[in-house]
């Protein structure tokens, strides 16, 4: 069974940082497309970061290049979302995800989801 669990989501004040780890169970890593995405309260969800295991690429949303930086580590089948300089805006619900289609950012080319943890940031 895939199995995708989120952690190290609080709160932090605006400018602090956040890491964000993703543990996947019941399959390799280095085999696999994994997302994050967000969601806030009243808003539509949006792909945050993900690493393409088609062609290698780390991708970012325009509204987070340059803050957060994804990486992964095989060993521990474990991928991380570093959060710096966070924003109020930056508030939201973030989730991994295991990708099976095409569109890295895209939450439909996504079929397993973790919980969610929450990240706050206030002004």
């Known amino acids: 069974q895939v199995q995708l669990v989120e952690s190290g989501g609080g709160l932090v004040q605006s400018g602090g940082s956040l890491r964000l780890s993703c543990a996947v169970s019941?399959?390799?890593?280095?085999?696999?497309?994994i997302g994050w995405f967000r969601q806030a309260p009243g808003k539509e969800r949006e792909g945050v970061s993900c690493?393409?295991?088609?062609?290698?690429?780390?991708y970012y949303a325009d509204s987070v290049k340059g803050r957060f930086t994804s990486s992964k580590d095989n060993a521990k089948n474990t991928v991380f979302l570093q959060m710096n300089v966070l924003k109020p805006e930056d508030t939201a619900v973030y989730y991994c995800?295991?990708?099976?289609?095409?569109?890295?950012?895209?939450?439909?080319?996504?079929?397993?989801w973790g919980q969610g943890t929450q990240v706050t940031v206030s002004s």
């Open positions: 995800a295991r990708g099976y289609g095409s569109g890295c950012l895209e939450g439909s080319a996504y079929d397993i």
């Open positions: 019941g399959l390799t890593l280095d085999h696999l497309t």
């Open positions: 690493i393409s295991n088609s062609d290698g690429i780390t």
